[in-house]
């Protein structure tokens, strides 16, 4: 018997991506899973891909809109009546000078990325709480150090990694567990534009130890991994997924 037999799982952002390949990890592993995001098609789709059609429900949401989060939450306790993991994964991503970054662009990055991990965060604590169970969110290694022309989004990763470490202890002692994974380049409908440039890839295997972006499984797995039992002793941590970018002190090859 699979550990996540019985557990309930929501994931944001399940309609590509790194979502999508921890939906089906998850799915694979035995959880029912609760495919979140904005798009009907694409959440349609991912759940086509995975086996048992029991265990898998389909449930469009705004994260940005705490009302549209407090009846996501409602509708699965109703329908499950408990919640064992919530994996925050929504995000977008915008770039440019800050000088250059509109209001509309800035509001629109934190409102998915920051109130998105807030409101589904603060909606799920009560149930987590009776199950012992966890979130993961993802960061970013750009909220661990800063990006040339990148500063709404490594803002907003920032403001995911600390959410992560004083969430962390202020349940620690209730049963959950709060971490988050920081990947570094990963190939999702975000990158999938920057994968093609092969001058820009070029740089980024110079600067990858292993060479090389990762692929949304091999973080997805890693989400899998802080929400089950071999993790239990973890929490608060910001775990980078990156290839061992994050060894680097920044300098060249000396040799």
Not at 227 to 252: C, E, K, T, Y
Request: charged fraction near 25%; aromatic fraction near 6%.
């Amino acid at each position: 018997m699979s550990e996540f037999n019985d557990k309930i799982v929501i994931i944001t952002g399940a309609g590509s991506g790194i979502g999508e390949a921890t939906a089906k990890r998850f799915a694979a592993d035995g959880a029912t899973v609760v495919l979140v995001g904005r798009t009907q098609d694409k959440l349609d789709k991912v759940a086509d891909a995975i086996a048992d059609k029991n265990k898998v429900f389909v449930r469009p949401t705004d994260v940005s809109k705490a009302e549209d989060v407090k009846a996501l939450f409602d509708e699965v306790i109703d329908k499950y009546s408990q919640l064992d993991v919530l994996v925050n994964n929504a995000g977008v991503a915008s770039g440019g000078l800050i000088a250059d970054v509109t209001d509309e662009d800035w509001h629109k990055v934190m409102s998915i990325n920051v109130d998105g991990v807030f409101h589904c965060t603060r909606a799920a604590m009560p149930h987590l709480q009776k199950t012992g169970g966890c979130v993961v969110n993802t960061a970013s290694v750009s909220g661990l150090g800063g990006d040339w022309a990148f500063a709404t989004y490594n803002t907003s990763k920032g403001a995911v990694s600390n959410f992560t470490r004083a969430v962390a202890l202020d349940y620690a002692k209730t049963g959950v567990r709060v971490n988050a994974v920081c990947p570094s380049l990963t190939r999702s409908e975000l990158t999938d534009d920057m994968f093609e440039k092969s001058d820009l890839m070029a740089k980024f295997a110079e600067r990858l130890p292993m060479g090389r972006g990762a692929e949304p499984e091999e973080v997805g797995d890693v989400i899998v991994f802080l929400a089950s039992h071999d993790a239990r002793f973890i929490n608060g941590v910001n775990l980078p997924v990156d290839g061992g970018l994050s060894a680097s002190n920044g300098q060249p090859p000396l040799g």
